[in-house]
């Protein structure tokens, strides 16, 4: 079939996105897509509605409204009783681009997203989705620049498109003509994963097959492609927040800690050891457990580099010694001394136990500090006892007395198999459920 504007039917109108479009709002664009202009604007407010409150995490929403003149013939100011497509609209596009942001780091703010059309002529509601995507990234530039965030919370890209059958084709982006007479329309909103967020569709002309219902989601699922392209380029540095990865810190200088549990957390973020975070202060472990001493570690981290914090605080526990070394396990033969000399005083201690009764455990207690939310922490153990010699050249600190079930000590053991199945394994397993 031959189109109005001579399009093939797998091109999408000619679109443009002007940033910054109104200088007084947090951030904003025009969007033109064809005929169809839309003003999409971001505002910042502290707070967050009365249901979200004292739950640690934002709020976005959207309001969507067609100005008296978009369609030509004067269109009636919303009133007191809001134009129910408009409230619908609305609706669409606070859900589709509540899908981009991680809430819980927007912490306790509420983005409103405004679009407002100035001429319509097929698509509103998608461009106002693409639009509003761009403005939101331009307004957690402005937070990022302003120093009220430290990072991003976007972390997807959302664009939408339409698409229907006209005239038994199925076709890409119709503008209004092409709407009002298409058998079937279509709206896509997609993320850069190319994973459908809302799919609205029906064969109000005719009922359509599965064939052309595949073929109207290759084109809106490239179309979405072309028009997050089109946002990265009209977003230009301002891009570099869409998918930033999060920053965690290691609340340790500890090379061997470090390193095993970066070895855990993949590559979900970027970690950062305290002192590559700009800290490296001494912290004072006062807290009486393991728990009290990695929440100790955890927020002070936090508090001075702003970004989410992990700390552990782990440690040997032998039963014939009710507990010891237990917190003080790195600090066991005194503070100015190092592992040979706390193993040294270990088996001192432990020199008229017999075999049966050397029973002890490794505890690693975990803390996560959040700016936007309270401290939360989790807890490991590794079963074992304690040898009558070291036994290995690997691991650190009491690896080479301290034998697992299988009966190799964590100094003759592998390092995979040791991240398996030690205690700073099983309580970053609980961790990683929480992070």
């Known amino acids: 079939m031959e189109r109005k504007d001579g399009r093939a039917c797998d091109m999408p109108r000619e679109h443009k ?4 479009y109104v200088s007084t709002a947090a951030g904003s664009c025009l969007i033109e897509t064809g005929g169809t202009r839309v003003i999409c604007t971001a505002s910042v407010e502290e707070g967050v509605p009365p249901f979200l409150r004292g739950k640690n995490c934002g709020w976005l929403t959207a309001e969507y409204a067609m100005l008296p003149a978009s369609t030509g013939r004067r269109k009636q100011r919303d009133g007191i009783k809001k134009d129910g497509r408009g409230v619908e609209i609305s609706r669409l596009i606070g859900r589709a681009l509540r899908q981009a942001v991680d809430r819980e780091r927007l912490g306790e703010r509420t983005i409103t997203i405004d679009c407002d059309v100035l001429e319509a002529d097929g698509g509103t509601r998608t461009a106002s989705i693409t639009g509003g995507f761009v403005a939101l990234v331009c307004a957690i530039d402005r937070l990022i620049r302003d120093g009220k965030l430290k990072e991003s919370p976007v972390v997807h890209q959302i664009a939408a498109i339409s698409a229907g059958v006209v005239e038994g084709e199925p076709c890409l982006d119709l503008c209004y003509t092409e709407d009002s007479t298409a058998d079937t329309d279509m709206n896509f909103v997609m993320n850069e994963l190319g994973e459908f967020i809302e799919l609205q569709g029906t064969g109000e002309g005719a009922a359509f097959s599965r064939e052309k219902l595949n073929r109207l989601i290759d084109l809106g699922e490239n179309g979405c492609r072309l028009l997050m392209q089109a946002q ?9 927040w869409i998918g930033q990865k999060q920053k965690l810190v290691l ?4 090379a061997h800690k470090i390193g095993e549990l970066k070895t855990m957390l993949g590559d979900r973020y970027d970690v950062l050891s305290m002192r590559e975070a700009g800290f490296d202060e001494e912290i004072d472990e ?4 393991f728990e009290e001493n990695a929440a100790i570690k955890a927020e002070t981290v936090m508090k001075a580099t702003g970004y989410m914090t992990l700390a552990d605080d782990s440690g040997l526990s032998v039963d014939a010694l009710d507990g010891a070394p237990g917190v003080r396990s790195a600090r066991y033969a005194g503070d100015q001394h190092n592992d040979a000399d706390n193993n ?6 432990m020199r008229d136990v017999p075999a049966r009764e050397r029973t002890a455990k490794f505890v690693s207690c975990i803390a996560i500090a959040s700016p936007f939310k309270p401290t939360v922490t989790v807890r490991g153990e590794c079963p074992g006892i304690i040898t009558f010699e070291p036994r290995g050249g690997g691991g650190f600190g009491y690896d080479p007395y301290f034998e697992y079930e299988n009966g190799e000590t964590f100094a003759e053991m592998g390092q995979e198999l040791k991240n398996q199945i030690s205690h700073r394994a099983r309580a970053m397993e609980k961790a990683l459920r929480l992070l």
């Open 17 to 20: 996105i002007t940033v910054d």
């Open 232 to 240: 990265r380029e009209a977003l230009g540095d301002k891009a570099q």
């Open 251 to 254: 609340a340790s200088n500890n």
């Open 286 to 289: 006062t807290g009486a457990t």
């Open 344 to 349: 040294a005083l270990l088996i001192r201690n």
